[in-house]
């Protein structure tokens, strides 16, 4: 399943570059893009238009977009001084701080990290000088989560965030970074993984039978309203029968001179379809 | 391997419904699940971009206020069994079960289940209801388990309990809590009250394994009316939706024998007969996210933006199980949904 990463600075995507082994995308110049097979990662920049305009970026041309993976990674303070420095954490609700607006992350994948609310806002957060009620903080995750809806399913976007202070102005250098990110890329890759077999959205019609409807379509010319039609009555067919659409390869070879005739053949199919 | 969560794994709380009594007892009940503080419900269960179907693999719980709309007037797709003060609540959204024909697929943007928590809110709109009621000379008929089998739900949350007191407390009330649940067990602690009509939609039981996921199967449905006949309850019958399937005549003769086998005819209080019906914008929601069940993909045909068989196959469909259940029942108990 295809996967587009996207990260906020270079310090958060070097361990995941080089786990999966990506290469800089020589044709991105303004946003650095790195890939290998069916492995994307963006690195956006800091703040949430900058992730949004990445996220974009990258989702706005996939291939299979009901079959692509989007996930957010990338570092966040926490206010409980109690969770660890270092932990990875699946975001379950996000909160942008200037609007007030709220996103949930669909959560249907079992894993087992600890979930947590994070509110996204503008600058960075220091301990008392805001108003939290959301567990963590970051800076990207409401500019990325819209943005990745927008083209895939809700069900495939994942916000995972990892620990790296207590609003507190000490924070963990890059090499310190390195390390946290290296450590919990297991239980990273585990999610991916699983999230990856979570296949939801199945396409009714498959290989073959999507090659002689889309045939069909062409050879008689059908105007968009009898592409639906003739979708849906194959679907019917191929569910009810529990076969393929052979039925139709006579009907690919024939043309039609006008509307009048490709009406008329249209009826015909369609009847077929309905009654067999 | 399952790479699902469990149903219920998270409790998304609207700050409003905090302090509600039925909101305690369901954190008390999922003491593990992950909770999520909202200010709307329509926030979690109206966010575009859901998948009914996907969501059916890890329901998720919303608790929240109902602050309109208590109580609606009877919709034309439903039958009111002759009572012209015909009205339905929403206790609760959604439905633990996964029937491949149910019309909430197309009629909700989510298939996660809310639970209003504020009772004594619906109690007071249904006694105001009961009070201006267009005609005072019949009760007012309130089916409680409309978009959602309650009984299903009622070890959870034991909201028909709480309405069959209610019932007790309230003159010029019939409820209706209609079920394909087998958990009559959850209320046969309770004495049969004559304002009450627990309502069973029956299936063949071919339609019930393919067709009705997770539900029950029919021979425990069948043991569950028997046991509320048997202890005095008013038992309605639904032969709910009846479907076009190729084999229905013999499907549905089977069923009929096998009902009576198992029930006292002469002690069921009425039966509807109701076949397969849809507003036609549904089917539409629900084909564009779903092509595994044939039932949705059957030849129709659409009237007054009602999708149903042809006249003629429900013509046909109606006469025969009508006649099959007169053989059991006078024929003035049976309510034919036409």
């Not at chain 2, 289940?113 to 105001?128: D, L, P, Q, R």
């Not at chain 2, 397969?276 to 914008?281: D, L, P, V």
Request: charged share 25%; hydrophobic share 35%.
């Amino acid at each position: 399943m295809p996967k587009v990463i996207i990260t906020a600075i270079h310090e958060e995507a070097r361990p995941l570059i080089e786990n999966f082994g990506l290469k800089k995308d020589p044709h991105s110049q303004r946003i650095p893009v790195y890939r290998r097979g069916d492995t994307c990662l963006v690195v956006s920049g800091t703040g949430k238009v900058k992730s949004a305009i990445a996220t974009t970026y990258a989702l706005a041309n996939v291939e299979s977009p009901k079959n692509t993976l989007a996930i957010n990674f990338g570092l966040c303070g926490c206010r409980d001084t109690e969770r660890p420095l270092g932990e990875l954490v699946f975001i379950n609700k996000i909160t942008d701080a200037a609007t007030r607006r709220d996103f949930y992350p669909e959560i249907i994948l079992k894993h087992n990290l600890r979930e947590a609310s994070l509110t996204t806002f503008d600058n960075q957060v220091l301990k008392g000088r805001e108003t939290l009620s959301s567990d963590m903080v970051d800076m990207e995750a409401s500019g990325f989560f819209p943005s990745a809806t927008a083209f895939i399913p809700l069900e495939n976007v994942y916000c995972l965030k990892l620990i790296s202070d207590h609003l507190e102005d000490l924070k963990l250098d890059n090499p310190m970074i390195r390390e946290k990110i290296e450590a919990c890329l297991d239980a990273f890759m585990v999610v991916i993984s699983s999230a990856s077999k979570l296949k939801s959205r199945p396409s009714p019609i498959a290989g073959n039978d999507a090659s002689i409807l889309n045939q069909l379509c062409e050879a008689l010319k059908l105007t968009i309203t009898q592409r639906h039609q003739l979708q849906d009555y194959a679907i019917g067919y191929i569910i009810r029968h529990q076969k393929s659409l052979d039925l139709l390869h006579p009907y690919c070879e024939q043309t039609v001179k006008n509307k009048t005739e490709r009406n008329r053949l249209f009826k015909t199919i369609t009847h077929a379809l309905r009654s067999q | 391997m399952h790479y699902g969560h469990s149903n219920f794994s998270h409790l998304y709380i609207e700050r409003a419904a905090e302090k509600y009594p039925m909101t305690e007892h369901l954190l008390s009940r999922f003491p593990k699940a992950e909770r999520i503080c909202i200010d709307n419900y329509k926030d979690v269960f109206a966010r575009p971009g859901q998948h009914f179907q996907t969501q059916k693999r890890s329901i998720k719980l919303i608790l929240a206020v109902k602050k309109d709309n208590l109580i609606y007037r009877g919709s034309n797709n439903a039958q009111d069994f002759g009572y012209s003060n015909f009205h339905y609540n929403a206790l609760i959204l959604n439905c633990v079960y996964n029937c491949d024909y149910c019309y909430l697929q197309g009629m909700y943007p989510s298939a996660n289940i809310v639970v209003f928590v504020n009772t004594e809110a619906y109690f007071s709109a249904t006694g105001k209801a009961i009070d201006q009621r267009a005609d005072p000379a019949t009760p007012l008929y309130l089916a409680i388990s409309y978009d959602t089998d309650l009984l299903a739900l009622e070890s959870l949350v034991p909201y028909c309990r709480e309405w069959i007191e209610y019932s007790r407390r309230k003159d010029n009330l019939l409820i209706e809590i209609r079920t394909k649940s087998a958990n009559y067990r959850a209320l046969s602690d309770l004495p049969p009250h004559n304002q009450v009509v627990l309502a069973w939609s029956l299936s063949p039981e071919s339609v019930v394994s393919r067709y009705e996921i997770n539900t029950p199967p029919l021979e425990r449905r069948l043991e569950s009316a028997a046991q509320a006949i048997n202890d005095g309850w008013s038992v309605r019958l639904c032969f709910d939706p009846v479907l076009l399937i190729p084999n229905w005549r013999e499907s549905y003769r089977q069923l009929i024998e096998r009902t009576f086998e198992k029930l006292p005819a002469e002690k069921v209080r009425d039966i509807s007969i109701g076949i397969f019906r849809m507003n036609a914008e549904y089917l539409k929601r629900i084909k564009k996210q779903r092509a595994d069940s044939d039932i949705l993909y059957f030849p129709y045909e659409s009237n007054d933006r009602v999708v149903s068989p042809y006249q003629k196959e429900k013509d046909e469909m109606n006469t025969e199980i009508s006649t099959l259940l007169e053989e059991y029942v006078d024929k003035e108990k049976i309510a034919v949904w036409m």
